[in-house]
């Protein structure tokens, strides 16, 4: 289906859904139905009718210098709007065709943002950190809420792993991205010799599950509690407060020891395993989709190596998409993240709506 069919349909569509809820006749579950689904679509009717006031004002413009009866004056004036309006049409076209791309439903949901220290010993547990450090400044930028919800930290400030979630709107739309091996390359603060090292840590971004998207029976955990750890092996609680939390069925563990009540590691634990389960149902159903993903940017595998922050030269390099930016101390802190970020969605976009062409053709 072309997209100007799309476009046909929605407006159809948009037409039908009015009706239906000023029939009167309807349940209050069928209308806040129909009324959801109704404002979802109203933006991009309201582009299409900008999108035809253009093509036709454009269509009236040619009548009228093709009109022999014009006079000059008429002429330029009808010139100078029409040359506005041939430039502004493929903005509107792209922006309506951008607006009929599938929709991720998780991309408005908060995050569970889990980084693990890879290859490089004490440097890749440091280089965790920073990435943690980084993801932090860019969420308070951004407006949004990241809370830690576990950490093992190294005898030297880094990170084994660390996990956190963070909440605000539209999280996900963007932190995607990030998942996959960030590599980095400098000196370490252990090196003495002054050689530059290569180390990795692996990022994943899972989008939190709602209740409705996960059912977890009870019977299939095995819940264990422990007493808090900190750096070194050192207690930092003297209560069993930690909690490990086993899903039978698929093996997947999480485990929780931020809090010192086990009421509250156990709820931040289920989060995670939640946000765990949804993405695995979630990749199990893009595997059966994976021709329509073709126009993803990456794979967002968490073996592919995706950026390499080169201190000694002072860049950053998204592989995905060959960018380079020699901002690395702006990245760092979490100002120009925004700025790779956009560039991502910009190809993914671009791919997509290329796909959709041919599709369409």
Known sequence: MSWRARLERMVARSHELSDRMASGDLSSEDFTRLSKEYAEIAPIVEKIGEYRAAESELADLAALLSDPETDEDMREL??????????????????????????DEADSRGVILEIRAGTGGDEAGLFAGDLFRMYQRYAQAQGWRLEMIEESETDIGGFNQVVASVSGQGVYGRLKYESGVHRVQRVPVTESGGRVHTSAATVAVLPQAEEVDVSIDEKDLRID???????????????DSAVRITHLPTGIVVQCQDEKSQHKNRAKAMTVLMARLYEAERDRLDAERAAERKGQVGSGDRSERIRTYNFPQGRVTDHRINLTLYKLDKMMTGEAVDEVIDALILEDQTARLTAMTEDAA
């Open 78 to 103: 009808a010139r100078e709007e029409q040359t506005g309006l041939k430039a502004e049409l493929p903005a509107l076209e792209r922006a309506l065709q951008l607006m009929l791309l599938p929709k």
């Open 225 to 239: 509690t422990y007493r808090s750890q900190g750096a070194g092996g050192q207690h930092v609680n003297t209560t």
